[in-house]
């Protein structure tokens, strides 16, 4: 119960935080966090399935892929002002 | 006036989710068990799973949809212009630990993938699982400066990204010989869902990747 109440906390937190954070690498790296934090929950909520897809999609290959897009950003704002 | 503006939309997003709640809590009973259906027709379908049971036998349209949309979407993807056309610079030389944690990590990577697959017939686990694991050791290769960026995907890779879909589809039209489409005789139907979902398994691993590889063009550097 406890660690129910725990994880719901953490996920609006981390939820919050990742739309509101001006800074974009701080908001894909709480995408991650959160997507994370809800394949546990997926698991407490008896869906191991869905638990590990969320897991390996939702967390790992879109936040390898925002990621990668930021740093495509980066280098584009440092070609345009060198 | 910027502060009235974010005071209505809040409070408006704040209706919204109490209608929302509200809807869902008056929400009749469902009227058909579907659990309990499952449950009595899982001796037929082939695997002692009930969730791969219903994605690939019950509901193997849904599924096959499914795979159909994210190979529309990789070719999406393949058909953007490159930034570069002659960019077959190699990726960035990565750092030596990367690449040897990924050089042993990869085995590892395979071997779950493998498991994976298999016990998606009796537990948690199965092709989309196992071809994301696959898909995410494609990935670390590419970070370690092992995998370069596909270019131009040559003609063995083309075939293994359709690879499942064709294969599921000629399950799907030949069943429908004696039957319906994707309705598996119940003697054959595990061996036919193992078969459709390790031919998955790959074709998923290609394409998952594929959205990340046929994305990231080293090209483009400062």
Redesign the interface.
């Known amino acids: 119960m406890i660690f129910d109440l725990l994880l719901v906390t953490a996920l609006l937190v981390s939820a919050v935080h990742a739309l509101s954070t001006p800074d974009l690498f701080r908001a894909v790296v709480l995408f991650i966090v959160f997507g994370l934090l809800m394949a546990l929950a997926w698991a407490r909520l008896n869906a191991?399935?869905i638990a590990?897809?969320e897991a390996?999609?939702g967390a790992?290959?879109t936040g390898?892929?925002l990621l990668?897009a930021l740093g495509?950003l980066h280098?584009k704002r440092?070609?345009r002002s060198p | 006036m910027k502060t009235l503006l974010t005071t209505t939309v809040l409070l408006l997003a704040g209706v919204l989710g109490v209608a929302l709640g509200w809807s869902m809590l008056d929400l009749p009973a469902a009227a058909l068990q579907l659990p309990a259906e499952v449950k009595t027709q899982l001796g037929v379908s082939g695997v002692t799973h009930p969730v791969t049971a219903v994605l690939l036998n019950f509901r193997g349209y849904d599924t096959l949809l499914e795979i159909a949309v994210l190979l529309l979407a990789l070719l999406a993807i393949l058909v953007l212009p490159q930034a570069t056309p002659g960019g077959d610079r190699g990726p960035a030389p990565a750092n030596p630990m990367l690449q040897s944690v990924a050089r042993l990590l990869t085995p590892l990577m395979l071997l779950v993938a493998g498991y994976v697959l298999w016990a998606g017939a009796h537990r948690p686990g199965g092709a989309f699982q196992a071809g994301a694991v696959l898909a995410g050791a494609g990935v670390l290769l590419h970070l370690a400066g092992l995998l370069p960026p596909w270019a131009s995907p040559g003609r063995a890779l083309r075939v293994g990204l359709a690879f499942g879909l064709l294969v599921f589809i000629a399950v799907a039209a030949a069943v429908m010989l004696q039957g319906n489409l994707l309705q598996y005789p119940p003697a054959w139907a595990g061996a036919l869902i193992l078969l459709v979902e390790a031919c998955l398994t790959v074709s998923l691993a290609l394409v998952l990747a594929g959205l990340y590889l046929a994305l990231t063009d080293t090209s483009v550097q400062q």
Request: negative net charge.
């Open positions: 191991p399935d590990l897809a390996a999609i790992g290959l390898a892929l990668d495509h280098r440092r070609e």
